[in-house]
C-alpha cells in the first residue's frame, strides 16, 4: 500500500460520509413534503437548500480529485494524517449544516439557508484557502496554479461564494447558487 493509499483511505471515508449525509438531508426534507402533502399541510423545499447541497457536493468532488493531484507529494505522518482529518471533517461539517436535522419545523426550506448559508461557505472558503496555501507551498503543485485560468476560475468561484453569503434577496441567491453549480459543471466538462 503506498503512502497516498494509506491516507486517502482515511479522507475518502470522511469526504463520502459527507456525500451521505448531503443526500440524506435531501432525502428527510422530500419525505417532510411528502407527509405534509398526504396531511394537507404546507411545507417547501425551494430551491436554495437544494442548490446549495449540490454546489456543496461538487466543491466536495473537486478537492476529492486535488487529492488526485497531490497524490505524489502525500507522505504517511501524524502530521499528514491530522491535516486529513481535520480537512475533511470541516467539509463533514459543512455538508451537516446544508439540511437542517428536522426540517418538518420549517415550513420552507429558504429560511434555513438563509440561517446557514454564511457558516457552509465560510468553511468552504477556508478550504479553499488551505487548499492553495497546500499547493503553494510545495513547488511541483504550485506549477498547476501557474495558468492564469486557474487563477481566473478560483476568483471567480471566491467571488461568487462572496455573494452568496451576502445577498438576503431569494432570486438572487438562486442565480448566484446557479452560477456556483454551472461553473464547476463547465470545469469538470473542460
Known amino acids: ?106 415550513g420552507n426550506l429558504d429560511v434555513h439557508y438563509f440561517r446557514v448559508r454564511r457558516i457552509v461557505l465560510g468553511l468552504l472558503l477556508v478550504l479553499l484557502v488551505a487548499q492553495l496555501g497546500y499547493y503553494l507551498s510545495l513547488p511541483d503543485l504550485a506549477a498547476s496554479l501557474a495558468r492564469p485560468i486557474a487563477w481566473i476560475m478560483t476568483l471567480v468561484l471566491v467571488a461568487l461564494m462572496a455573494a452568496a453569503m451576502v445577498v438576503k434577496d431569494r432570486r438572487w441567491s438562486i442565480a448566484i447558487l446557479s452560477l456556483l453549480v454551472a461553473r464547476y459543471v463547465v470545469i469538470y466538462l473542460i
Do not use: C, K, N
Open 1 to 106: 500500500m503506498s503512502d497516498f493509499e494509506f491516507v486517502f483511505v482515511l479522507y475518502s471515508l470522511l469526504l463520502g460520509l459527507s456525500m451521505v449525509e448531503l443526500l440524506g438531508g435531501l432525502g428527510r426534507a422530500l419525505e417532510v413534503r411528502f407527509a405534509a402533502q398526504a396531511e394537507r399541510e404546507t411545507f417547501s423545499i425551494g430551491w436554495l437548500t437544494p442548490l446549495l447541497a449540490i454546489f456543496v457536493m461538487l466543491d466536495l468532488l473537486s478537492f476529492w480529485s486535488a487529492a488526485w493531484v497531490a497524490r505524489t507529494s502525500i507522505a504517511v505522518s501524524t502530521t499528514t494524517l491530522m491535516a486529513v482529518a481535520a480537512f475533511a471533517s470541516v467539509y463533514f461539517l459543512a455538508a451537516r449544516l446544508v439540511f437542517p436535522s428536522h426540517p418538518e419545523g420549517f
